[in-house]
Nanobody, 122 residues
Framework: QVQVVESGGGLVQPGDDLRLSCVAS????????MAWYRQAPGKERVLVAS???????NYADSVKGRFTISLDGPKNTVYLQMNNLVAEATAVYYC????????????????WGQGTQVTVSS
């Protein structure tokens, strides 16, 4: 019904910048909020940043000042600009979308992407 697809991951060096993108597509009216999570090897998935349809943002303390989340509502697309990356940012980054869909297709629900790998290494 709804597909959430991330892109933009890769291998970068410490200090580099990287931008992740995520688009929600399919049978939906839109999204009320989107967020990025990450899961490092052997650790739990944690929230990195979130943004509502009204533009309110929230960041994990570890990324404040270096990461910026933004939402293109009409395109159901969220971006994560990551600057001055450090090795500890290495993880699989997952996108989450709070989807607004017709009631016969589930109404409002949360959808996840498959993740994109970000590796920060020299």
């Amino acid at each position: 019904q709804v597909q959430v697809v991330e892109s933009g991951g890769g291998l970068v060096q410490p200090g580099d910048d990287l931008r992740l993108s995520c688009v929600a597509s399919g049978r939906l009216y839109g999204v009320s909020a989107m967020a990025w999570y990450r899961q490092a090897p052997g650790k739990e998935r944690v929230l990195v940043a979130s943004v509502t349809g009204r533009g309110a943002t929230n960041y994990a303390d570890s990324v404040k000042g270096r990461f910026t989340i933004s939402l293109d509502g009409p395109k159901n697309t969220v971006y994560l600009q990551m600057n001055n990356l450090v090795a500890e940012a290495t993880a699989v980054y997952y996108c989450n979308a709070d989807v607004l869909a017709p009631k016969y297709l589930g109404g409002a629900y949360s959808a996840w992407g498959q993740g994109t790998q970000v590796t920060v290494s020299s």
